[in-house]
């Protein structure tokens, strides 16, 4: 087994699991690992990091010194091929003209979708994140609480790599021993960013990202993650010491051809591949999930796009990882008689309580980083600490005029110059010829930005559905977006903006970006942050949800969803690590359901 | 600094080393999505030279003002040649005539700044700029760059930041300018120890 075309795919699979992302990749794995015969269709190209990624190109070799375009949003040198916010032939439509009441719906369509580009920020959500509703009577309860993740959080750190510390914070979970790898050291901006944060109360502290700052132990992990398989230890053995440590040069952003970081395409799929167990077929773009006369799954309809030839693949279950929107847009073009709302929408929620993260950000130019010896500081190629969120009890005690929380990035140093970069520093130099030179290097590496990630509550006005008109290139009907930040996101972000404010003047900086009491003049549109989830929620009943606490629909029972969609509330934590974590966790009881023939 | 072009936007978001968020409107992305680029999967590891992907626009007579206008803005220092060596002029055409929007305003700004310049340069030193004296070529810049400019010079004014801007794009990002910047990275390392000692002295976090 291995990745081939669409007419070799045999006749029947254990699961076919649809997307190739953290969730997808996450799914495969565990199941491939432990028997399972697993079909992985991806709506992209097969993608190759070892042979693909930029590692050590200069901008000066990249189209307009690397600059942001339509086709690349984040740059040139951006791992994402064939993906963005608006793709060819791939439309969707916003339901309001309203700039700020419209949704951005980020695709990567390649193998590994967006685990290749992202960020590696990899935070637990914390057990007041799953009883929200309960601490403080906004949004959803989850079904399960932090203890029922907790050891699919160990297993998840401790494949893909994360590193990090602990330091007991409220809601801010330590790893166990054994689970992270070291933190790299703070930078110089980043020192200065926790001695300024210091004087305001606020914590910064190490970030947690999958990155190797060291090899993973190749003879501890595999029996921890797989007792009583010799076989998959065998593979992940071999498979861990493949992947090199961090090299601490090129940014996470471009991908990792030593496969130092976690991408879907060099953790999950080679060792899920190496089993045999696990089949992959590229460029193909499901449209829908197909139903058995019982009302079971029965397979999925998908557009080979390579032919633009319709195909059926068929398996005993069904996992949608086709990204949280994506998943949703497929279970609404699954209609039939027995399901005319679209699949496994008897409660009418598929769709429903979408969301994305809060961002809001400022930047602040630092004297005391002016002029600096010249040195090399791109580090673990992102940031090295962060500061969680640190007002749970002034919130709790309603000091503040929003419910939840936020944590901070915080990005400085020298890092390799671009267009982007360069232009902020010119505009701020003086003069022309050897001044202007000169001028340069003395602000070069003299900036920072602080951005905040928040939680957003989901809400009624936040949605997707099917357009009645929109198609795609292939005929299938598109999204149609609805999206409205309630005052707790727009009063989050001013909060952001003004904190970061003080924190740059307790740095004894210079504030670069105007501060808008009006939180909904500087808050991101929704979809900007590329952290949607939500559209198919969990829970415990169904008529409220999409699906149970394992991601398996309550109207199909074959059908499970293993991305972001039945998230129930988006902490502040970056979701992905949750995505995994859930993942793990749902393979494992599809696994077992599969041994006592449920399914 | 980790923010993006010259858009103006009213939000400034994330960005860092790892994600450098752009700065694009909805608009702009929309309008610009099938442009004719290089596309959505451009092959990331080739090297590209300017007008590879889409024609040049400026003339023998603009290439030749703004090669000695760049020098102007980042002359030889030491061993390190004016930016005009780095193919600085090459990247300033493959930026202005682009069919993003870098294509847009930059390009009737540089074009038309171009033209003035050599303009501007006849009726008052009786030759083109290239061909005007050191001191005279000097004194204009001096000019341009004053702040605030003289009035009847705002549109040379703003073209001549614009430029000088882009000037420093060109040459900063390459190997030499980087270096010049005080840019040391982009070298496999076995470890990372955080700033050095003289640092950690200088922000007096030693």
């Known amino acids: 087994m291995a990745l081939i075309e669409p007419t070799a795919i045999q006749d029947h699979y254990d699961v076919i699991v649809v997307g190739s992302g953290a969730g997808g990749g996450q799914t495969a794995y565990t199941l491939a690992m432990e028997g399972a015969r697993v079909l992985m269709l991806e709506a992209g190209r097969n993608y190759v990091p070892e042979r693909e990624t930029p590692m050590f190109q200069t901008y000066s070799q990249a189209p ?28 969707y439509v916003s339901a309001s003209d309203d700039p700020k ?40 309860d989850w079904p399960i609480a932090y203890e029922d993740l907790a050891p699919y959080y160990d297993k998840v750190e401790m494949l893909i790599g994360v590193y990090g510390d602990r330091h007991g914070l409220e809601n801010t979970p330590d790893s166990p021993e054994g689970c992270l790898l070291p933190p790299p050291k703070p930078r110089a901006g980043e020192l200065l960013a926790q001695r300024g944060g210091a004087q305001l109360g606020v914590p910064v502290i190490p970030i947690h990202r999958a990155v190797l700052t060291r090899q993973l132990d190749s003879k501890r992990i595999p ?32 991908g990792c051809s030593i496969r130092a970081n976690y991408q879907s395409t060099t953790v999950h799929l080679p060792p899920a591949m190496a089993t045999g167990n696990l089949d992959i077929v590229t460029n193909a773009m499901v449209r829908e999930v197909t139903l058995d006369k019982r009302g079971r799954a029965s397979g999925v309809i998908f557009i080979d796009k390579t032919s633009g030839a319709e195909r059926t693949a068929r398996g005993r279950i069904v996992a949608l990882a086709a990204s949280a929107c994506e998943s ?3 279970l609404l073009n699954s209609r039939s008689a027995q399901f005319p709302q679209g699949l496994a929408n008897s409660s009418g929620k598929v769709g429903k309580y979408l969301m994305d993260t809060v961002g809001a950000g400022v930047s602040g130019q630092i004297p005391l980083l002016e002029n600096l010896p010249p040195h090399n500081d791109d580090g673990a190629g992102g940031g090295h600490v962060y500061s969680p969120w640190w007002l749970y009890k002034e919130q709790l005690a309603g000091k503040l005029d929003f419910a939840r929380g936020y944590h901070i990035e915080i990005y400085s140093g020298r890092e390799m110059p671009n267009a982007g970069n360069v232009s902020s520093i010119a505009r701020l130099s003086q003069g022309y010829g050897s001044k202007f030179k000169q001028e340069m290097r003395r602000y070069y590496g003299s900036f920072i930005h602080f951005a905040g990630r928040g939680e957003m509550i989901p809400n009624d006005n936040s949605y997707c559905e099917i357009d009645p008109v929109a198609k795609d290139r292939w005929g299938i009907p598109a999204l149609r ?65 999409v699906v149970n606490q394992y991601g398996q629909s309550w109207d199909v029972k074959n059908l499970f969803i293993t991305d972001g969609a039945p998230f129930v509330s988006n902490a502040d934590k970056n979701p992905t690590l949750t995505i995994m974590a859930l993942a793990w966790r749902a393979a494992d009881y599809m696994l077992e359901s599969m041994k006592r023939k449920e399914l | 600094m980790p923010v993006d072009r010259r858009t103006t936007i009213k ?19 929309a309008a610009k999505a099938a442009s004719a680029g290089y596309g959505k999967d451009p092959r990331l590891t080739v090297d590209y030279k300017p007008g590879d992907l889409w024609p040049l626009t400026l003339s023998a007579a603009q290439r030749k003002a703004a090669s000695v206008l760049c020098d102007l803005v980042i002359p030889a220092e030491g061993d390190v040649p004016a930016a005009s060596a780095f193919g600085v002029v090459d990247f300033i055409d493959e930026w202005i005539s682009s069919p993003y929007d870098t294509g847009g305003s930059d390009r009737a700004t540089i074009v038309e700044g171009l033209n003035w310049l050599d303009d501007f340069s006849r009726s008052k030193f009786g030759a083109e700029f290239a061909g005007a004296s050191a001191t005279q070529r000097t004194s204009l810049c001096d000019e341009l760059i004053a702040s605030p400019v003289k009035a009847g010079l705002e549109k040379p004014g703003a073209f001549f930041l614009r430029f000088r801007d882009l000037t420093a794009v060109g040459f900063f990002t390459t190997p030499i300018g980087m270096k010049d910047l005080g840019y040391r990275g982009n070298v496999p390392l076995a470890s990372y120890d955080g700033p050095p000692k003289e640092v950690l002295e200088k922000i007096g976090m030693a």
């Open chain 1, 64 to 91: 307009l010194r690397g600059a942001s375009t339509p086709d690349k949003e984040f740059g040139f040198y951006d791992a994402t091929v064939d993906g963005g916010w608006q793709m060819p032939g791939e439309p």
């Open chain 1, 101 to 140: 009441r419209k949704f951005w719906w980020w695709r990567a369509r390649m193998l590994g979708g967006r685990t290749n580009h992202w960020g590696r920020i990899s935070l637990r959500n914390g057990p007041y994140d799953f009883k929200a509703h309960t601490r403080d009577g906004l949004g959803i």
């Open chain 1, 223 to 254: 029996a921890l993650l797989h007792p009583g398989n010799t076989r998959a230890q065998q593979i992940l053995a071999e498979h861990l010491g493949g992947r090199a440590a961090c090299f601490w040069a090129t940014d996470c952003g471009r």
């Open chain 1, 328 to 330: 949703v847009r497929i």
């Open chain 1, 481 to 545: 977006f609805h999206w409205k930040w309630s005052d707790h996101e727009t009063r989050q972000a001013a909060h952001m903006q003004k904190t970061f404010a003080g924190i740059i003047e307790a740095m004894g900086g210079n504030v670069m970006t105007r501060i808008d009491s009006d939180g909904a003049n500087v808050i991101a549109p929704g979809g900007y942050i590329i952290h949607e989830v939500g559209g198919a929620i969990m829970g415990s009943d169904p008529k409220h949800s």
């Open chain 2, 11 to 29: 939000w400034m978001l994330a960005a860092s080393a790892a994600l450098q968020a752009p700065s694009l409107s909805f608009a702009d992305v």
